[in-house]
């Protein structure tokens, strides 16, 4: 298997902008996550889906910030629109029954 | 609050040398105990997890942590550090299969040939 694949590694953008973040966990996984990595805060769970359904989505910091798993192979964050504060590493995750997590390599977002 | 803490931010240690690296949590109940290694530019990848049982875990690359109930802690150790251990090390937590999985500030480790 080919791992968690976050799509694209690096996006910079303006300010403003739409920004939509892709994640393909691993086959069979029924636990997908989605997290935020900076310095100030470390990682931070924004949203959680079991079995493409959301769980929790208590983490998501405002309402520029989406997520959609549309099916089990498939899973979107998106920010609309995305603030320089917003400027992170987004990490998706996914697992077997919530255990084990396994990461992707992570999205590095700058926001100018 | 659950919570977990890595009350060590930056550590150095020589290569060869022992390395301990402290997690402490704080929750109701014992929680699933976990901890990950983040290489520069990757993502996170489990070492070793606690769930229950023995209380000296063993892990991938050489780790081994110990669950202590009465101090709360889930410690991680290597008696001989490598180069290529220099990392980040995540100390985490979770109240069970399924449920969120909190994660301590980090540890930056520097081995120094």
């Known amino acids: 298997d080919a791992g968690v694949i976050q799509s694209p590694r690096h996006e910079v953008t303006e300010m403003g902008q739409e920004v939509t973040l892709r994640c393909k966990p691993i086959s069979g996984h029924d636990y997908l996550f989605w997290y935020r990595q900076t310095m100030m805060r470390g990682l931070e769970l924004l949203i959680y889906?079991?079995?493409?359904?959301?769980?929790?989505d208590s983490g998501m910091p405002e309402d520029r910030f989406s997520a959609k798993m549309p099916n089990a192979s498939f899973s979107t964050l998106k920010i609309q629109p995305s603030e320089p504060r917003d400027s992170a590493v987004y990490f998706c995750a996914s697992s077997l029954r919530g255990e084990k997590l396994f990461f992707g390599s992570g999205t590095q977002l700058s926001v100018l | 609050a659950q919570s977990v803490t890595q009350p060590d931010i930056h550590i150095t240690v020589s290569e060869g040398a022992s390395l301990e690296l402290r997690c402490n949590y704080s929750?109701?109940?014992?929680?699933?105990l976990f901890w990950y290694v983040q290489s520069p530019g990757q993502g996170l990848q489990l070492l070793l997890k606690y769930f229950s049982g023995d209380t000296l875990v063993q892990g991938i690359k050489g780790f081994e942590a110990e669950f202590k109930r009465s101090q709360s802690s889930f410690n991680l150790r290597k008696p001989s550090v490598h180069w290529s251990d220099a990392a980040e090390y995540f100390c985490a937590a979770q109240t069970g299969g399924g449920n969120k999985l909190t994660f301590g500030t980090g540890t930056q480790l520097k081995v120094e040939l």
């Open positions: 889906f079991n079995n493409n359904v959301p769980i929790d």
């Open positions: 929750y109701g109940a014992t929680p699933y």
